[in-house]
């Protein structure tokens, strides 16, 4: 069975750090990319970051500089490594990864909660 399984979310106060992963269960073959999104009530899911073989990472505006994108491409797994939060990182965060017959597969959500 394919699944994304996510971990690590909690609360932090604002300026903390938080890392979260994801391991990809179940996918025939390489995987060529994996992303974390985000998402609030109301809003629509944002992209934070991807990560693609033996390419390099990328960013939104709103974390570069702060966030960390990591690959273990042999545990099929990806980390979202995050420093200096906000309060507006608050969020649930989705890992994201495509088979190789293209079918787009979501994990259920770790949430983040920056807060004092």
């Known amino acids: 069975q394919v699944q994304l399984v996510e971990a690590g979310g909690g609360l932090v106060q604002p300026g903390g750090s938080l890392m979260i992963s994801c391991v990809a269960y179940?996918?025939?073959?390489?995987?060529?990319?994996m992303a974390w999104y985000r998402q609030t009530p109301g809003k629509d899911r944002e992209l934070v970051a991807t990560?693609?073989?033996?390419?390099?990472?990328d960013y939104a505006d709103s974390v570069k500089d702060r966030f960390t994108i990591l690959r273990d491409i042999g545990a099929n797994r990806v980390y979202l490594k995050m420093q200096n939060l906000k309060p507006e990182d608050t969020a649930t965060y989705y890992c994201n990864a495509p088979s190789v017959d293209g079918r787009v597969f979501w994990g259920q959500g770790t949430q983040v909660t920056v807060s004092s």
């Open positions: 179940g996918f025939v073959g390489r995987i060529n990319v």
């Open positions: 990560i693609a073989d033996g390419g390099q990472p």
